[in-house]
């Protein structure tokens, strides 16, 4: 008996390597270079999970070393995956040529529980997403951005107040950038996305803290579980498997509470108004908004998207600039004189001002092309596709990463990619930067929906923060660690910064 089943074992572990043999030789069927040797079944989705490694640098090595420059090929699990590194191939792929690649990494949620996320516009697929981002779009632009800016500088005064009191509180000059930042940028995008208060400044285990930290944070064992849904949707349909989690569902009532105050005449002009409104102008036949029926659930899910999407982006990208001005001082030293220079102007930190300040823009630009969260990006192909130049046709489904750390510290683009130098980003220079090599909200009609957002929100905490305290690498942290968790690039948890108060700011 035993003889048989170990004979069935065996036989088990040769057919799935033979048909791992047979699935990985499909780049080399098309002479595309793929390194290094998938692992049978995992292909090389256990390099790109390992902790030891960060999955940008083990990106850029093949990106370097195996033809990534141009394109290569990879496999998760059975899938083959292709990776874009040309700047020009990339531009065709997310803009000129788009109509191929309008969707990202489709994953199909067929539960009820999991229908909120079919409409994040993150997720949302072909006419459904054009509809939904035709219809948001108009909230993103530079004069709702103006109209926001009150609600988000009331926040910035407020972080400058955390960070001087809990200075004397807790009698020391450094703060974990990650956690400070994050209190920041989670009560800004509660506040401008749905007029939520959620005083987590006041209170740092407040219930919409940790309600946020449980999304945010991609546990290994939920990454196996998403992609599940993505190799395999006919078997989570089968099992009828969820993916959403039960906290989801906390914001899912907080935004339905907040519509039902809306209806009753309150208005803020937050994110969930100015999709409300929308809603309305397409009852309107003379309106120039375009046509797309919001259903609640879009509302809802999207209020909901903007969280998970713009917080913890923004707080990594806050304690980047944070940690690359402390470690360089004279650039520090030269962004406050703008800013004191803003202030005699506008008397004031006004909008106009802060988005127009262009050594602040160069340092945020610059702080960006070195530490980029979203180090890759995604595109899934609607429709078969020839890739110009080349023999090389990518079918429909197939999965197109762009390696957008890599791009960035590509010295062809960028000399002495790793010298924090704003100067590039400055006007007189950014003719030099060449379109499709710097990517950190993507490119194209599908690029960050939220960037001018990110921008204002970011910009204004950076010039509060340097009009009132001196940054300092604290002891130990002279060089960046990363947090090697799935997900976006992140500094490490523990990376802190000295903030000594100024003496005028005292
Ligand atoms: C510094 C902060 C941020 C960074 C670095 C960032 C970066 C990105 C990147 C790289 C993408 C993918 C673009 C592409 O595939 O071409 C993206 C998409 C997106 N971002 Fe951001 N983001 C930031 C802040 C925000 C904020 C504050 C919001 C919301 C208020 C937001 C909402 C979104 C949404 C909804 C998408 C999906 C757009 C679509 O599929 O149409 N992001 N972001």
């Known amino acids: 008996m035993w003889m048989t089943t170990l004979f069935l074992f065996v036989l088990f572990l040769v057919l799935v390597w033979a048909y791992s043999r047979h699935c990985y030789s499909y780049w080399t069927k098309r002479g595309v270079p793929s390194f290094p040797r998938p692992l049978p079944v995992l292909g090389h989705v256990s390099y790109m999970m390992s902790k030891k490694t960060p999955r940008w640098e083990y990106v850029d090595e093949m990106y370097k070393k195996h033809g990534g420059s141009t394109f290569c090929g990879l496999y998760e699990f059975f899938k083959p995956l292709l990776m874009i590194g040309d700047p020009e191939l990339a531009k065709l792929i997310l803009i000129k040529d788009f109509d191929h690649f309008v969707d990202r990494r489709n994953f199909t949620f067929t539960t009820d529980t999991d229908d909120v996320a079919n409409h994040f516009l993150t997720n949302a697929t072909g006419s459904h997403w054009k509809g939904i981002r035709s219809v948001l779009s108009p909230s993103f632009t530079s004069g709702r951005m103006k109209g926001m800016f009150p609600l988000v500088a009331d926040k910035a005064e407020k972080l400058v107040d955390y960070l001087k009191k809990q200075r004397k509180e807790k009698d020391s000059s450094t703060f974990l950038l990650k956690k400070t930042f994050g209190l920041y940028t989670l009560e800004v995008i509660a506040s401008c996305a749905f007029g939520m208060e959620s005083g987590t400044m006041d209170n740092e285990d407040s219930i919409f803290n940790q309600k946020v930290a449980a999304l945010v944070n991609v546990r290994p064992l939920r990454l196996m579980k998403l992609m599940l849904f993505f190799f395999a949707p006919k078997f989570c349909q089968l099992l009828g498997l969820t993916f959403v989690q039960e906290e989801m569902f906390f914001f899912v009532d907080v935004v339905k509470e907040a519509i039902a105050q809306r209806e009753a005449g309150l208005y803020r002009g937050d994110f969930l108004d100015l999709m409300l409104e929308a809603r309305e102008n397409l009852e309107d036949p003379t309106s120039k908004t375009p046509k797309y029926p919001l259903t609640e659930m879009i509302i809802v899910a999207n209020s909901v998207l903007f969280i998970l999407a713009g917080f913890d982006t923004t707080a990594t990208t806050l304690s980047f ?186």
Not at 463 to 482: W, Y
């Open 321 to 506: 600039v944070a940690f690359l001005l402390a470690k360089n001082p004279e650039a520090q030293e030269k962004l406050r004189e703008e800013l004191r220079g803003l202030i005699k102007e506008h008397g004031e930190l006004n909008y106009q001002g802060i988005m127009g300040a262009k050594y602040l823009e160069a340092c945020f630009s610059e702080t960006l092309r070195l530490y980029s969260p979203a180090h890759v990006t995604e595109r899934q192909c609607t429709k078969e596709y020839k890739l110009p130049g080349t023999e090389l046709v990518i079918p429909r489904e197939m999965v197109v990463s762009i390696p957008i750390h890599s791009i960035h510290h590509d010295e062809r683009f960028w000399p002495e990619p790793e010298e924090f130098r704003p100067e590039r980003f400055l006007p007189e220079n950014k003719d030099d930067i060449k379109t499709g090599t710097y990517l950190p909200f993507g490119l194209g009609p599908r690029n960050c929906i939220g960037m001018r957002f990110a921008q204002m929100e970011a910009k204004l905490i950076i010039a509060k923060i340097l009009l009132n305290f001196e940054l300092s690498c604290a002891p130990g942290f002279e060089q960046m660690q990363f947090n090697t968790d799935p997900g976006i690039m992140r500094p490490s948890n523990e990376f802190e910064v000295a903030f000594k108060p100024l003496v005028q700011s005292e």
